[in-house]
């Protein structure tokens, strides 16, 4: 579930909301009572817990405090506002696609880990958080998405997404379910579409927003968006939309899929792992497998986001932040406390192997990730996000295809950094 937008550091015009977990505020200056003053890290609600008590730790251990903040919301647009007030953190949690971005604006540094240490590391997240040949954050979540589907409704997973649609039309024909699919279209406001959650249907029709340079990582130089094989793509997502099946509606949103499933009106729901604590707590009868591709036609590759930890070019401790980083944030008893905290795939292999041994779940969402794609973490995908949610929802409204893609392509290029 991701939004990204434009680093166009001038023209950020936000308020900071920001919630304290430490003692004091994140702009209060370093506390002059430890030698090495006070290592600020900015962390998300759930897992700013998880992160206190090792932070602590190293912290004493290093003659300085640590302070946990969580950064409520537009965390990426907040660091990026307080880095150049002077007020930012040390250390910040986040999406491994905001890297291309923040690299080119100065706003985080490389992580100085050697590469033999990353090969703890799943090859994907391992992949995620490259750019430029280094490595710019330690990850420690792997997210993908993953088709959840109720095993009352449906034994069988379906070995096609052509067959989960006619699974599903028969469902609701015969009055079981009143929606074919819990499938996300629309942004929660239903007014401009989905990329996140659309790309693994795009991909298997033959789309891609991106080429490959080769040594899979995302070429900037080979934009795919109208490329005859991403209309015909499109094509396909159109079959399933408001002028085709009707399987595929603008009304459709991450919300409301979740809650049509959760509450038996649709057999299956495409999301991710955020999702679990919603289904496991409604008590739905699940499964979980990969999203299948069209019949005939190549995979579903879905995005694969890589949750990191990244080290802040203008904080105010560089060096202590580095050591946190490789020592700490690297550890296996942390990343098994983050996965505690909330289940994601952990991107450490040996704590993805602990939480195997407790998540009958986990390996369905491994083999999604090991099949995805990981999502462009270039400064280029800030111009896509815009046009190509406004190319879905044109898709599945059911204007002409061809026309709209070329739109996209256009509008894409038009934004993309000279």
């Given at each position: ?53 090792f ?5 004493a ?23 150049q ?65 109720n ?42 579409g ?18 490959d ?28 939309g ?31 792992p ?14 979980v ?37 490789l ?11 983050l996965?505690k ?29 090991k ?30 295809v ?17």
């Open positions: 579930m991701r939004k990204n937008l434009a680093l166009i550091a001038a023209a950020i015009c936000l308020s900071l909301s920001l919630t304290a977990c430490g003692s004091g505020s994140v702009f209060d200056s370093a506390s002059e009572d430890a030698p090495n003053g006070t290592l600020v890290i900015w962390a998300d609600e759930k897992r700013a817990e998880a992160l206190r008590p932070a602590d730790s190293f912290a251990a290093h003659g300085a405090r640590a302070e946990i903040v969580a950064v409520t919301e537009n965390q990426q647009e907040t660091f990026i506002r307080a880095s007030a002077g007020t930012g953190p040390d250390v910040m949690i986040g999406a491994h696609d905001w890297i291309g971005n923040l690299v080119l604006n100065g706003f985080i540094d490389p992580i100085l880990v050697l590469d033999n240490k990353m090969e703890d590391y799943v090859d994907v997240a391992r992949r995620a958080v490259m750019y430029n040949g280094e490595f710019y954050g330690i990850p420690y979540a792997v997210e993908s998405l993953v088709l959840f589907r095993t009352e409704l449906v034994p069988e997973a379906p070995a096609t997404f052509d067959e989960l649609v006619a699974t599903g039309e028969q469902l609701r024909k015969a009055g079981k379910v009143s929606q074919a699919v819990g499938y996300t279209v629309s942004q929660s406001d239903g007014k401009s989905d990329t996140y959650h659309m790309y693994p249907l795009f991909s298997s029709g033959g789309g891609y927003l991106f080429g340079d080769g040594r899979g990582n995302a070429n900037p130089s080979d934009l795919g968006v109208g490329s005859p094989s991403s209309v015909a793509a499109f094509e396909k997502i159109a079959a399933l408001e002028k085709g099946k009707g399987v595929l509606r603008r009304s459709y949103t991450s919300e409301n899929t979740a809650a049509a499933f959760t509450s038996g009106k649709t057999p299956f729901l495409v999301s991710g955020w999702r679990l604590a919603d289904v496991r707590a409604a008590g739905t009868k699940y499964a497998s990969p999203v299948p591709g069209f019949a005939g036609m190549g995979p579903a590759r879905s995005f694969v986001g890589v949750q990191s930890f990244f080290v802040a070019s203008k904080g105010a401790h560089k060096e202590l932040a580095q050591k946190f980083v020592s700490t944030l690297g550890s296996v008893e942390l990343a098994d406390a996965y905290a909330e289940p994601r795939m952990p991107a450490l292999k040996e704590s993805l192997a602990h939480a195997h041994a407790a998540d009958p779940d986990l390996a369905a969402f491994e083999q999604a990730a099949s995805g794609v990981p999502l462009p973490a270039l400064p280029q995908m800030s111009a896509v996000w815009g046009p190509f949610n406004t190319l879905i929802y044109s898709a599945v409204k059911g204007d002409p061809a026309p709209a893609v070329a739109t996209a392509d256009q509008a894409i290029r038009a934004q993309l950094p000279k």
